[in-house]
């Protein structure tokens, strides 16, 4: 079976690999669509925290159920199944007390250990959802979705709140289409005008601002000076993690989605002074993912501006390059294998 490996930053390889057995308590999946992540174009480019290599990413994804070795009485052969990509040990503090999106052991697949752009791969049991509502494609945009579903949970949004979402990307469209579901009024920031404008169009945001010297002032101008109630940055940019908590009104929360592999320097006495709360939202539970399907046959989702852009396996190489230029117009680009 074929398979694609980032053996070094810039460097991928499709190569030929024996098709793997489950083991007791797993499930033999053949892949259908694999979403490509901010995680994975960082990988590519070398900056991607927590990494080594070689390495197959991959860890939004759809997959058929092929085999079942055990038993797993919500799966059967045949199913359409979405991957919870993040394998936990169910004993340490967090996994205790329900965080098992920060389990201290936590190994991501496609991050930690070899994921999803390879035809088959297998994969315990307990961490499929089946989805036969939702279209093979539908399905491997869930994972980001729940990032950005989670992150505003931990906001404790409600209606009417002013939010702010610094980074226009797929997490952040998924934050804004979040965020709007429990009524906020959002405000999207970006450099880029494309997702700006897709941001209001198909995502629900109320404003948007491009970012410059000027948009603190636009900021206060549209809020009437009392800025955010809550802003999440979901760039993972320095600068933009840095600047962002200024835009947060006193009282407010910011909250960090987007992972910056350095450190981050923020000046106290303002942040003391306003009382903020410095949160960070880390990954997504098996809860997130099953509201975000809810929510998704509910209230429907704008698919078709979300994804993009889309390669083969023959034409993923070539196609990452001009994804990982931040000039694209890419918002949500996808693997079909």
């Given at each position: ?329 890419v918002i949500k680009a996808m693997l079909d294998l």
């Amino acid at each position: 079976m074929r398979a694609i490996v980032c053996e070094s930053p810039g460097n991928l390889k499709v190569f030929e690999k024996e098709k793997p057995s489950p083991a007791p308590g797993e499930a033999l999946l053949k892949i259908k669509h694999v979403g490509i992540c901010g995680t994975d174009l960082h990988a590519y480019a070398g900056n991607q925290a927590f990494f080594t290599y070689p390495r197959i990413l991959g860890h939004e994804l759809s997959a058929e159920v092929v085999d079942i070795n055990g038993t797993a009485d919500h799966l059967k052969v045949g199913d359409r199944v979405i991957i919870i990509p993040y394998i936990h040990c169910g004993s340490c503090r967090a996994c205790v007390v329900g965080k098992t999106n920060c389990c201290t052991s936590l190994k991501v697949f496609g991050v930690h250990i070899d994921g999803g752009m390879q035809e088959f791969v297998t994969y315990p049991s307990d961490l499929l959802i089946a989805a036969p509502d939702l279209s093979p494609s539908a399905m491997a945009i869930i994972e980001p979705l729940c990032i950005g579903w989670h992150a505003v949970k931990r906001a404790g949004l409600h209606p009417g709140d002013v939010v702010v979402v610094s980074g226009c990307g797929p997490i952040g469209q998924g934050i804004i289409w979040s965020a709007k579901s429990y009524g906020a009024r959002v405000i999207a920031c970006d450099l880029n005008e494309f997702r700006l404008e897709q941001a209001v169009k198909h995502f629900g945001a109320d404003h948007s601002l491009l970012v410059g010297p000027d948009v603190q002032d636009q900021l206060s101008q549209i809020t009437k000076g009392k800025m955010a109630d809550v802003a999440f940055d979901a760039t993972g940019i320095k600068p933009a993690m840095e600047k962002g908590i200024d835009y947060v009104g006193a009282g407010g929360q910011y909250i960090l989605v987007g992972l910056y592999n350095g450190e981050l320097s923020f000046h106290h006495p303002s942040l003391h002074a306003r009382e903020i709360s410095l949160l960070c939202s880390r990954n997504a539970t098996r809860q997130d993912f099953e509201e975000v399907i809810n929510a998704i046959d509910n209230h429907g989702f704008p698919l078709e501006n979300y994804v993009t852009h889309k390669a083969n396996f023959v034409e993923f190489s070539e196609k990452i390059q001009e994804w990982s230029d931040p000039k694209n117009q890419v918002i949500k680009a996808m693997l079909d294998l």
